[in-house]
């Protein structure tokens, strides 16, 4: 279980590795030549990220306008099988959504679309119907969610009620 949890730990650094890559190379303004080295550079950065830290398997995509533009896969889905890893293949995310989360609300914020103290059932309505036994439920705002400080202590939705 630790070296698995370990693996999971690993892949969780180089997807943030990738993602602060990704997001601090403006690839809307490189040449079609540096986005090549770039391509080459971080492929070579993926697969020894892969080796050392004892990955199975991996891939990455990179997107722009909609379109893929680069993919590179990595080992096997299931190392019991010789099956090797595509596009098809289905990952267990786990709590990295979490993060994606964050990054989505604070953009929203960025654009003025939103506020971290508004209230949270200005945007998820059907959290009325919470019994919040720590306090008011509508006082509970999206900084409170994002901090993990709203008071929610165990399940908390009314069962049968509507």
Do not use: C
Not at 27 to 49: H, I, L, V
Not at 88 to 95: G, L, Q, T
């Amino acid at each position: 279980m630790t070296q698995m949890l370990r693996g999971h730990r690993s892949a969780i650094a180089v997807l943030l590795a990738l993602i602060t890559t990704l997001v601090s190379i403006p690839m809307y303004s490189q040449t079609p030549r540096n986005f090549a080295q770039a391509r080459r550079e971080f492929k070579t950065f993926y697969d020894q990220g892969m080796r050392q830290n004892g990955i199975a398997g991996s891939s990455f995509m990179l997107i722009q306008d909609n379109q893929i533009i680069a993919q590179e896969f990595f080992g096997l889905p299931d190392q019991e099988k010789p099956q090797p890893m595509d596009e098809n293949v289905i990952y267990h995310w786990a709590s990295i959504t979490k993060t994606f989360t964050a990054i989505a609300i604070m953009q929203l914020r960025d654009r003025g679309l939103l506020k971290l103290d508004d209230p949270v059932i200005k945007y998820v309505p059907e959290l009325k119907a919470v019994h919040n036994p720590f306090g008011d439920i509508n006082q509970i705002t999206i900084r409170h969610l994002m901090t993990h400080s709203a008071g929610f202590r165990s399940a908390t939705w009314l069962m049968g009620r509507r």
